[in-house]
């Protein structure tokens, strides 16, 4: 299903969020703090917006350097 939104709500916690993705808590936590920190996303408990429409383009430096995808 594609989404339509920039805005993503969470079906989780971050807590459940981290260990789904096999992270810590605190590790999750600190990336997203840095990200918003970029004006990459912002985020509150419940949703995570995506600030930078750009990033998501396959071709863009980040997406290419990135192994989350792998």
């Known amino acids: 299903m594609r989404q339509h939104s920039m805005t993503i709500r969470l079906p989780m916690n971050k807590t459940e969020l981290a260990e789904s993705m096999g992270i810590r808590r605190s590790s999750l936590g600190r990336e997203m703090s840095n990200m ?3 004006g ?3 985020f509150d ?3 995570v917006t995506v600030l930078s429409s750009e990033l998501l383009d396959s071709d863009h430096p980040v997406q290419r350097t990135c192994s989350c995808t792998d």
């Open 40 to 42: 990459i996303l912002d």
């Open 45 to 47: 408990n419940h949703t």
């Open 36 to 38: 918003r920190e970029e």
